[in-house]
T-cell receptor, first 116, second 110 residues
Framework: GAVVSQHPSWVICKSGTSVKIECRSL??????MFWYRQFPKQSLMLMAT?????????EQGVEKDKFLINHASLTLSTLTVTSAHPEDSSFYIC????????????FGAGTRLSVL | TQLLEQSPQFLSIQEGENLTVYCNSS?????LQWYRQEPGEGPVLLVT?????EVKKLKRLTFQFGDARKDSSLHITAAQPGDTGLYLC??????????FGQGTTLQVKP
């Protein structure tokens, strides 16, 4: 099956620093990638949708200047948490899909962000 | 707004018991997926159902899509500790985004 690689799997940073998370589709071209945030034992909360070569579309309540998303190629999207604070600590998950199968998303393994 | 109501949210059972998780909506979905997620990992797709009334089986797991494509269920027979995890249903919404249910945390005790 399709593989989505997410890196890093765990990151600890100091308050005020920025953290970049990478999401790569390894064996397919991802026309659309999604970024989710998840709290313990809860479902996934969509943060933004990114299409290759265009600006990301953010969900209501998600600060676009806080969570910078870049989708520069068909296999790579990045999420940068700028000036991170402890309340940004969470589990971030990316997913990718192709134009041929819009109902199927392949998920990365997630990134645990801890802001001290 | 399309919503998926998933129940129960928490389930703790003994090994060998059967269980059913439900996913309901007032909206019609063209397809519905079930995912399983373990702590610290991303969701893993278990099955996709697309036809009303469709039933799919994956070993001890049985998935059903309602005739009207508004609801789905996941039934696990003779649950095992390895079935422990978070189960998520998700449907493709009108906006092209996946709409997730609230999730069901399943704990199977040996």
């Amino acid at each position: 099956g399709a593989v989505v690689s997410q890196h890093p799997s765990w990151v600890i940073c100091k308050s005020g620093t920025s953290v970049k998370i990478e999401c790569r589709s390894l064996d397919f071209q991802a026309t659309t990638m999604f970024w989710y945030r998840q709290f313990p034992k809860q479902s996934l909360m969509l943060m933004a949708t990114s299409n290759e070569g265009s600006k990301a579309t953010y969900e209501q309540g998600v600060e676009k200047d806080k969570f910078l998303i870049n989708h520069a190629s068909l296999t790579l999207s990045t999420l940068t948490v700028t000036s991170a604070h402890p309340e940004d600590s969470s589990f971030y998950i990316c997913s990718a899909r192709t134009v041929l199968a819009k109902n199927i998303q392949y998920f990365g393994a997630g990134t645990r962000l801890s802001v001290l | 707004t399309q919503l998926l109501e998933q129940s129960p949210q928490f389930l703790s059972i003994q090994e060998g018991e059967n269980l059913t998780v439900y996913c309901n909506s007032s909206s019609v979905f063209s397809s519905l997926q079930w995912y399983r997620q373990e702590p610290g990992e991303g969701p893993v797709l278990l099955v996709t159902v697309v036809t009303g009334g469709e039933v799919k089986k994956l070993k001890r797991l049985t998935f059903q899509f309602g005739d009207a494509r508004k609801d789905s269920s996941l039934h696990i027979t003779a649950a095992q500790p390895g079935d422990t995890g978070l189960y998520l249903c998700a449907g493709l919404g009108n906006t092209g985004k996946l709409i997730f249910g609230q999730g069901t945390t399943l704990q199977v005790k040996p």
